[in-house]
């Protein structure tokens, strides 16, 4: 983000706040009251204005508080008891090519602002980065926007329930104000109402936005069974991890106020039984990129049709110039779906047509600047053809012939038979007979 981008951001951020801070107290409240100061009217205002005058104070601390950075010729102290973040490739202490200087634990390199310092994340409303020295101030930002948001809100609805309980409609100017206060601050204390409750827990888990993502991934490794479940390093408890970042003092939690330590050294959690991992924890089965060469140069090849062993291609044709009479060694001539699909990889055929296994003609297509030019299917004629060629690969099919009906026996069958004919025959038979 550039200069004058950032700038606006935080420009258009403060006209925000100023709306709808004051536009509600003079365009709507006011005029409700009578135009008349009054004990009401302060009682009412004085709680709003100062919730105002703590959100928009933490909010110039965030813009222009450092969040802290690296100290020039820092080094990580290799003897300290506690450890110190290593590579995961060398085991060796964390370092910046891009800022050539040590890491300290908990620091990630910011594009935005080019350097590398304890972050939570760079965020553009403020026009700075959410690190170690203004992350308090950050949290307690978002704290009184949600109130102040609250309280806002409960002041327009009483203006509004008021009107039609007591007959007494606002005008035309205070109605349009009272829908875009309506209209402006819903929104915000939805979108940032959201967001300082992710952040709030965060806080409570001592946890950053970009080591929250760490977590995220860990649980993933572990629920999968790659990894075995290992404790946040950093989590010192609800308490102490609110102290860590907005002081010792309770009291002095809604006030701003320097948070404890330097940035650069942490504590880590009493009695963790992942003492001596890293963190984030590396997954086994993903692919280790070696370390870059530094000696290594680029270099094109002499020619740019070769294959991938720097050997030249002497067979680069166009294949959209001639007509492919036979289909390509390694490949069928029909998908493996097709009902002619046999399994053979096909191979170099003299005539334009060849005898496939069927006994039929092979048919080919021809590519062209449009895409493949085939004959029309019949539907009728796929499906006879697919029978025939079924039932008669040798083998494949059982085929039962019945048998040809036999000529009655004498005895049991005779009289199977005789039992068939009517009674009246048989008498007609009798009589012929005698």
């Known amino acids: 983000m550039g200069r004058l981008t950032g700038r606006l951001f935080v420009f258009f951020t403060t006209c925000l706040i100023a709306f709808i801070a004051y536009s509600s107290q003079i365009f709507i409240i006011w005029p409700w009251y009578g135009s008349v100061l009054s004990i009401e009217l302060l009682e009412l205002l004085v709680p709003f204005n100062i919730l105002v005058g703590l959100l928009l104070w933490n909010y110039s601390l965030c813009v222009r508080t450092d969040p802290g950075g690296v100290p020039p010729n820092w080094r990580p102290d290799v003897n300290d008891e506690d450890g110190y973040e290593v590579k995961k490739l060398t085991r060796g202490p964390r370092y910046c090519r891009t800022c050539e200087s040590y890491k300290p634990p908990r ?57 039609a309980s007591f007959w007494d409609e606002p005008g035309g100017r205070e109605l349009i104000f009272i829908v875009l206060n309506f209209a402006t601050c819903i929104p915000v204390l939805l979108s940032v109402g959201i967001f300082s409750l992710y952040h709030f827990w965060a806080l409570l888990g001592n946890s950053t936005t970009i080591e929250g993502w760490e977590k995220d991934k860990v649980a993933t490794l572990v629920r999968r069974g790659r990894i075995r479940e290992i404790k946040f390093p950093y989590n010192l408890g609800m308490r102490k991890n609110i102290e860590s970042v907005l002081g010792a003092n309770p009291l002095l939690w809604c006030c701003p106020t320097v948070p404890p330590g330097n940035g650069l050294k942490y504590p880590l959690a009493d009695g963790d039984e992942s003492a ?28 740019p049709w070769t294959f991938e062993n720097g ?33 053979d990889d096909g191979g170099d055929d003299d005539g334009e047509y060849a005898e496939n296994t069927a006994g039929r003609p092979r048919e080919f297509v021809r590519r062209g600047s449009e895409g493949y030019e085939v004959r029309q299917i019949d539907r009728e004629a796929l499906l006879q ?4 060629d079924r039932t008669a690969e040798p083998g494949r099919y059982h085929l039962y012939v019945p048998d040809p009906p036999s000529e009655p026996e004498s005895g049991a069958e005779a009289e199977a038979e005789d039992e068939n004919i009517p009674l009246s025959e048989k008498l007609e038979m009798w009589r012929t007979d005698v």
Not at 385 to 388: K, P
Request: glycine share 4%.
């Open 107 to 163: 620091a990630h390199h910011c594009r935005q602002c080019k350097r590398y310092l304890s972050l939570d994340h760079h965020c553009p409303w403020v026009n700075n980065c959410v690190g170690h020295f203004n992350y308090g101030h950050f949290v307690r930002f978002l704290f009184y926007v949600d109130l102040a948001c609250s309280y806002h809100l409960a002041m327009l609805t009483r203006r509004v329930f008021s009107s």
């Open 276 to 303: 001596g991992e890293e963190w984030p924890p590396r997954d086994p089965e993903a692919y280790v990129y070696p370390e870059p060469d530094p000696n290594h140069k680029f270099e094109l090849p002499p020619s």
């Open 311 to 343: 050997t030249l291609n002497p067979q680069l044709r166009p294949s959209t110039t001639r007509r492919r009479k036979t289909p390509t060694r390694g490949h069928a001539a029909v998908p493996p779906y097709h009902p002619d699909y046999d399994g």
């Open 385 to 388: 053809r697919y029978i025939e």
